[in-house]
C-alpha cells in the first residue's frame, strides 16, 4: 500500500513537473508547419482547414488563435482571443463558436516545436519570432473580397477599418442580393490584434501580387493607409504568404464582432480605372473604394483643371467623371457639374499595384 501511495505521489509530482515546464515553453508565437518526413495529403484535413493555423499564448492563460474561431454551422466569426489551460499534459483552449473546450494532447514540446493530437489527427507546429520594427503604424486599412470561396465571403465583401476613431465601415450583402453599407465600433483589443498581424506578416516588405487569376478563385486586396495615403497595396489571387492570410481575414471578419451597429450611406461609386488618350491605370477594389472615399469627404471648387483621364467606375449614377489626378469633375445625368478637390494627386501621390498600361487596341 505503501508503495502504490509513493508511486502516486511520485506520478502526481512529475505530471506537475511536466506541466510546469509547458507553461514556459509554449509561451510566444506558433505556426503550423509540415509533419516532419511525411505527406501533408497523407493527413486528413477538417473540411474547413484551407489554412495553416497559428496560436499566439500569452501568460495568464490568454491565447490568440490564427485566423480565429468560427462556426460554419451558423456562418459566425466569434473574435480570435480567448483563453487556454495545461493540464496533465493537455493544452485546452476554449472554442467561443462552439461554447465548449478544444482538449490538445501534447506529444512533444520543446522550446521551439510542438506536436499536439487533435483527437486522432496529428498537427505539428513550430515557434516564430517577428520582427516588427521595419513596419510602421499604420491609420487605415482596407479590404475587399470578390469570388471565389473564403469563409464568410460571400455575406461581406468591403472592410474599411479607420483606427482613429475606433470605427468599420462595411458592406454586406443581404438576402434579396442588395448590398446595404453599415458602420460600427471595434475594442481596442480587435483594432490591436489587426494591427499586430499586418506587422507580423512584414506588410511593407511584400509582393504587390500573389498567384495568378484562377477561373472560380477568390480575390482579395488590402490597402493599407497612412496620412491619409495608400502606403501599401496588395492583391491576391492566392498563394500569399500564412501571416499576410491571418492578417487580412481578421480585418475581413471584424463586423462580426463590431458594437454600435447602424446603416450609414453608401459613398462608393466601384472606381475601376483612370483612363488616358492612350492607356489604363487599373484600380484594385481597394484601391477604388479608397479613392471613392476621399472623392465623398472633399469639397467642392470652382477651379479649372486640364482633363487629363477619363474614369471607369460600376455606379451609373454619374455620367462622367474626369481628373487630373487630384481634381475631379462630376458630369451629371441632368447635365450639371460638379467639382471636387482630393487635397493631392492620388495617382502618384499613393502606392499603387499598377501602373499605366498600353490600351490593348494599340
Not at 11 to 29: E, V
Not at 172 to 195: C, E, P, Y
Request: aromatic letters at 14%; a neutral charge; proline letters at 4%.
Amino acid at each position: 500500500m505503501k508503495a502504490l501511495l509513493l508511486f502516486l505521489l511520485t506520478f502526481l509530482a512529475l505530471s506537475c513537473t511536466q506541466d510546469n515546464q509547458y507553461d514556459t515553453y509554449i509561451l510566444g508565437d506558433w505556426i503550423e508547419t509540415e509533419p516532419p518526413n511525411k505527406i501533408k495529403d497523407s493527413i486528413e484535413i477538417p473540411l474547413e482547414h484551407f489554412y495553416r493555423l497559428g496560436y499566439t499564448f500569452e501568460k495568464n492563460g490568454k491565447v490568440i488563435t490564427k485566423p480565429g474561431f468560427i462556426n460554419y454551422r451558423d456562418n459566425k466569426y466569434y473574435g480570435s482571443r480567448s483563453q487556454y489551460k495545461i493540464k496533465d499534459g493537455y493544452v485546452s483552449v476554449y472554442n467561443p463558436s462552439v461554447k465548449k473546450w478544444d482538449k490538445l494532447k501534447i506529444i512533444k514540446l520543446t522550446q521551439d516545436s510542438l506536436e499536439v493530437l487533435d483527437g486522432d489527427i496529428p498537427y505539428y507546429y513550430i515557434k516564430k519570432k517577428y520582427n516588427t520594427a521595419s513596419n510602421p503604424d499604420f491609420d487605415g486599412v482596407i479590404v475587399t473580397n470578390s469570388g471565389g470561396y473564403i469563409p464568410l465571403a460571400n455575406q461581406i465583401n468591403t472592410v474599411f477599418i479607420n483606427p482613429a476613431n475606433h470605427n468599420v465601415i462595411y458592406n454586406r450583402n443581404i438576402d434579396d442580393g442588395q448590398r446595404v453599407t453599415m458602420q460600427g465600433h471595434i475594442s481596442g483589443n480587435d483594432l490591436s490584434l489587426v494591427q499586430q498581424l499586418f506587422k507580423q506578416a512584414d506588410y511593407i516588405k511584400r509582393d504587390s501580387v500573389y498567384g495568378e487569376m484562377v477561373y472560380d478563385v477568390s480575390q482579395t486586396s488590402v490597402a493599407v493607409l497612412k496620412g491619409n495615403r495608400i502606403i501599401k497595396s496588395i492583391h491576391i489571387y492566392n498563394r500569399e504568404p500564412t501571416e499576410l492570410l491571418w492578417a487580412h481575414l481578421a480585418a475581413h471578419y471584424l463586423p462580426d464582432v463590431v458594437t454600435n451597429i447602424r446603416k450609414t450611406d453608401e459613398f462608393s461609386l466601384g472606381m475601376e480605372a483612370f483612363e488616358a488618350a492612350n492607356s489604363t491605370l487599373s484600380l484594385t477594389k481597394a484601391e477604388g473604394y479608397f479613392l471613392s472615399y476621399l472623392l465623398s469627404s472633399s469639397k467642392s471648387t470652382p477651379l479649372q483643371f486640364k482633363e487629363l483621364y477619363r474614369l471607369t467606375y460600376s455606379d451609373d449614377a454619374v455620367g462622367k467623371i474626369t481628373s487630373d489626378g487630384r481634381y475631379y469633375k462630376y458630369y451629371f445625368k441632368d447635365k450639371t457639374t460638379k467639382t471636387v478637390d482630393i487635397g493631392y494627386n492620388f495617382i502618384t501621390g499613393n502606392k499603387l499595384v499598377n501602373t499605366f498600361k498600353p490600351n490593348e487596341h494599340q
